[in-house]
């Protein structure tokens, strides 16, 4: 299995000069191999591969731009990489264009595929053309070290994450019966209603720190842009955001790890959150759910432990039909919080009732989608 472990990490001043110097001769390589890449395509209707922007840099580039000899070589050549494999999601998932990368942008990487070596006993990793980086070594791990990306923050933090192949297979995926089945329907008064009867309350940690946000905001945009107030001032925009994000991926990794720990296969409802989001009035609230991410985390985790996740389609009527006798209550609205089913009298909590439906679909052959 490949895992990733992210550290953190604290380089001195020399060292954060090397750091900043391989963010930008990777941010350059890689800005510089997609306007080859779209040149060529516009003049002859055919992209360039990576061998040969990668023999172009080596003979041409490199030698006119002596500055680039200072960065990582490979880090260089992973930049190559990483343009290919965003024309290759571009047109195989349709997922948006590449994008030039910005050196405003406070977030930066570059990635190392090798020559680097982790002492957990001194808590240092040392990186080429570095030396020894004082880490935070909180995890340990053992297997092949693959591939290294080295990270900023929009705060100044610098981060390593080493992808890990520790030799494992896979577990086989353990055996679905009803009892062991839980259905999940995320919502944004709560954030997950169980199909047992049990609400997650949502935290909802960006509208909590709005006030405190907004008023940072304000302070940015009176500030000249340039100066060194403004910078403050976005420094500390940037702590409250990094402080959301960080609240909102430790709760739900707590969550997801419960369930898919208690669980022998999670249901779900399949969502157009893309569509969802182009409202604007539950936008903001659909958004500090986060529940993309909360899938994911559901997803990976059912695969380290051989759990499974169930699919039922978007379309399914989950809120509308009565649980008990299958009646179809064709008018309930979305503000309609508890309904009375017509024929068997059953009162549905509209969330309960909406779970309970997502573990039946997913149970039927016809609806099932595994992942």
Request: proline share 3%; charged share 25%; with cysteine.
């Amino acid at each position: 299995m490949l895992k990733a472990y992210k550290y953190r990490i604290y380089p001195d001043k020399d060292q954060e000069v090397f750091i900043k110097v391989n963010f930008g001769a990777c941010r350059f390589v890689y800005n510089w191999a997609l306007e080859q890449k779209i040149k060529t395509y516009q003049q002859n209707n055919k992209s360039i591969s990576r061998f040969d922007l990668q023999r172009i840099l080596v003979h041409e580039v490199k030698p006119s731009n002596e500055w680039l000899k200072k960065a990582n070589s490979q880090a260089l050549l992973s930049s190559l990489v990483n343009v290919e494999s965003a024309f290759t999601k571009f047109f195989r998932e349709k997922s948006g264009f590449p994008n030039f990368k910005s050196k405003k942008n406070p977030v930066q990487s570059y990635q190392m595929p090798q020559h680097y070596s982790v002492d957990f006993e001194r808590n240092l990793i040392k990186l080429p053309k570095i030396g020894e980086v004082e880490a935070v070594l909180h995890r340990k791990f053992e297997g092949d070290m693959k591939t290294a990306t080295i990270s900023r923050s929009s705060t100044g933090k610098y981060f390593i994450s080493i992808l890990v192949d520790d030799g494992e297979e896979l577990p086989a995926k353990q055996g679905i019966s009803e009892s062991s089945t839980i259905g999940i329907d995320v919502g944004i008064k709560d954030f997950a209603i169980l199909s047992n009867g049990v609400k997650v309350e949502n935290p909802k940690y960006l509208k909590n720190s709005l006030k405190r946000m907004k008023c940072l905001q304000k302070r940015v945009s009176k500030k000249v842009k340039g100066s060194n107030n403004r910078n403050k001032a976005r420094h500390h925009l940037s702590k409250i955001h990094e402080t959301i994000s960080n609240q909102r991926n430790n709760f739900q990794h707590q969550l997801s790890s419960k369930l898919i720990c208690e669980n022998q296969a999670i249901s779900l409802e399949t969502l157009n959150v893309k569509g969802m989001v182009k409202n604007h009035c539950p936008a903001q609230s659909i958004s500090d759910a986060g529940w993309s991410s909360f899938v994911t985390k559901l997803e990976y985790k059912a695969e380290w432990l051989g759990k499974t996740i169930l699919r039922i389609g978007r379309f399914e009527p989950s809120s509308k039909i009565c649980n008990v006798c299958g009646y179809y209550n064709g008018n309930l609205t979305l503000k309609t919080r508890e309904w009375v089913c017509p024929d068997c009298k059953t009162t549905h909590d509209r969330d309960i009732n909406a779970a309970i439906n997502i573990k039946k679909f997913s149970l039927q052959d016809q609806n099932l989608i595994v992942i």
